[in-house]
């Protein structure tokens, strides 16, 4: 068998080696996978806040199910949403998805609650120029910001130790 | 045949590991389910003999069946159901093909790609209802040919005679059971009988009959669904306001722009998308491979056809050319079924025998051995090429599943208000189905890692 292929006219072997390949390259990618070692990813969300700044809105809900608060700090990794926010809440970095879908889910959960959360969550909103977001949380609500506070309140935050 | 069917397995192993991370899908699922569940086998398929526009009995018994069966672990089996379906499929067209010799092996990875890279069978794979109906009858097109283009026996008129039945009240385009059976005899095949054929043209007959003069079912109107024109995509009041005084050069529309896409993958559900970001400038190069991909693979077979011109005209055609034969006329009675609206998976039995035809113009292509060293070199850096296309486009399929995985999984955290805006209710039966469909989505299928953004782009997924 094996010397009936070496036998095999040049054509035969251009037809079927790029195919090949192409399959090798996704069976093999597929067993890294399932092992845990996904090439060409920056490995899993980290936690419920890279979740939200994702704005995975399922995977905010499974870690929610699994206990993570949204309301305390987490780390966030450079590329999640900037190298000069190495820390947010979930709902900080929800914002900073720009999804206002997962917000307004994360409200009607009960996730997000009324007073200072609230109102620094629509002032972040304002200051990163998410208006959507803003919307959604404030609603009839009339909040007045300070414009860029809570940004500031958010990058002087010292880098996860 | 030993080495094409592990290459085969690995293909497989691919796509089911792909379609595993895929949540059943909210909007094409959750309602199709809740309304099976809430009936009877027999209330539903009864039922579905008196709709307007549609025919489609067997679809639903095809889902109540799996969801009896199931036991409410609806992502096993439904999704398991998925993979086996890819399974079966990719067997039926080594059946098919029959690639025992190197040569035969040898096309058999350029073929699968071209199966499964094929953008009509995209549709098949990324989305479901939950059962894809158009896999189904990807698998009872496939298993026609198997059973016409074998070795004679009885028991095939039989089956193809079910298959056909089958197929045909499952969707519209099942009727190409039909269409394959009757080519095939038609190019000399005879593993369904003369006899056995007839019944085909009568059960096609008697599903017309059914269809039109005892149930006045009809066929879809302008007002069904949204549909390809030209450079974007028209709505129903737009098609009716447009074309409604007289739809017949829409319907001569699709089924151009149908024929056009089958050969060269452009137009995409009837939106000349390509063209039009040539214009603009703007053209992806994910859908250019796509589109060289198929128009290459065309002219492949179209040099299969004529090298082979002599035999044609004197219709002395043999297992090869009865092979594209059945390729041509499913292509254009699945271009004419999909008159009422453009979309890229009802030409998928079109596309998968396009794979078959392309298997067999390469098997020939390669067997050839050229006196001309120039001509020799020009036939591998032409199939070099089309191979690497076809890979590209196995790779695109791949991405499409792996961004649809978390598309999917994310409805599902918006299921409450997507439930709400569509104004579905659910008995208390429905709402548990729907409980568990979320939770195995959301809990039970962790997100799989995310993959880098540009290579995504590079692979033609936004």
């Known amino acids: 068998m094996t010397r009936a292929f070496v036998g095999l006219p040049l054509a035969a072997a251009a037809a079927c080696v790029p195919a090949c390949l192409g399959t090798l390259i996704v069976a093999a990618f597929s067993v890294l996978d399932l092992s845990g070692h996904t090439p060409f990813s920056g490995g899993p969300l980290q936690n419920i806040a890279e979740a939200a700044a994702a704005g995975n809105a399922a995977e905010v809900l499974r870690r929610m199910a699994a206990g993570d608060n949204l309301g305390r700090l987490w780390p966030v990794r450079p590329e999640i949403i900037s190298s000069s926010v190495p820390l947010a809440t979930g709902l900080e970095a929800a914002v900073w998805s720009r999804e206002g879908a997962l917000v307004r889910l994360l409200d009607l959960r009960r996730a997000i609650g009324e007073g200072e959360i609230r109102h620094h969550l629509v002032c972040l909103a304002l200051d990163i120029e998410a208006e959507d977001v803003a919307d959604v949380l404030a609603g009839d609500r009339e909040l007045s910001c300070e414009p860029g506070e809570a940004l500031r309140a958010v990058l002087k935050r010292a880098p996860a130790s | ?462």
Not at chain 2, 97 to 114: D, E, I, M, S, Y
Not at chain 2, 156 to 165: E, I, W
Not at chain 2, 211 to 220: M, N, Y
Not at chain 2, 221 to 240: A, I, K, W
């Open chain 2, 1 to 462: 045949m030993l080495l094409a069917t592990a290459y085969a397995a690995v293909v497989v192993f691919a796509l089911g590991y792909a379609l595993l991370g895929l949540p059943v899908q909210l909007s094409d699922s959750l309602g199709n389910m809740a309304k099976a569940q809430d009936l009877s086998l027999g209330d539903l398929v009864y039922g579905e003999f008196f709709q307007a526009s549609f025919l489609r009995p067997f679809l639903w018994a095809h889902l109540k069946v799996l969801l009896i069966l199931s036991g409410g672990d609806y992502f096993t089996w439904f999704r398991g159901w998925h993979v086996l379906q890819v399974a079966l499929l990719i067997w039926l067209y080594l059946c098919v093909v029959r690639p025992v010799t190197p040569a035969g092996a040898a096309a058999v990875p350029l073929g699968l790609a071209a199966l499964v890279g094929g953008h009509t069978f995209v549709g098949t794979v990324y989305e479901a209802f939950p059962i894809n109906t158009f896999m189904t009858i990807l698998l009872c097109v496939y298993a026609g040919a198997a059973l016409a283009l074998g070795p004679p026996g009885r028991w095939r008129d039989v089956a193809a005679a079910a298959l056909l039945v089958f197929a045909a009240l499952t969707v519209e385009t099942g009727l190409l059971v039909g269409v394959v059976v009757i080519a095939a005899r038609m190019a000399g095949a005879t593993g369904v009988s003369r006899a056995g054929t007839w019944v085909q043209v009568a059960l096609i007959g008697g599903y017309f009959a059914l269809r039109f003069l005892v149930l006045d079912v009809g066929a879809p109107g302008l007002t069904e669904r949204s549909s390809g024109f030209g450079f974007s995509v028209l709505d129903p009041d737009e098609l009716l306001a447009r074309f409604g005084g007289n739809p017949v050069l829409f319907y001569a529309y699709n089924v151009l722009s149908g024929l056009s896409s089958i050969f060269f993958a452009e137009p995409r559900g009837g939106v000349w998308a390509l063209t039009g970001a040539v214009r603009a400038g703007e053209v992806r190069l994910a859908d250019l491979v796509g589109v060289l991909a198929s128009a290459g693979g065309t002219s492949l077979i179209a040099g299969y056809v004529w090298a082979r011109r002599a035999a044609w005209r004197a219709w002395s055609l043999d297992a090869d050319d009865r092979i594209v034969a059945v390729f041509l006329a499913v292509a254009a009675a699945n271009a004419a079924i999909g008159f009422a609206y453009s979309k890229d998976v009802i030409l998928s039995p079109a596309g998968a025998f396009f794979a078959l035809a392309l298997t067999v113009a390469v098997r020939r292509l390669s067997q050839q051995t050229h006196a001309a060293r120039l001509r020799s070199a020009a036939v591998g850096i032409l199939l070099l090429a089309l191979s690497s296309a076809w890979a590209v486009r196995g790779l695109h399929l791949h991405a499409v599943l792996r961004a649809e995985a978390e598309t999917a999984r994310n409805d599902w955290a918006y299921a409450d208000q997507w439930i709400e805006e569509q104004r579905m209710t659910f008995s208390p039966a429905g709402a548990e189905l729907k409980r568990r469909l979320e939770a195995d989505a959301v809990m039970r299928l962790p997100a799989r890692d995310p993959v880098s953004s540009d290579l995504m782009e590079v692979l033609g997924i936004d």
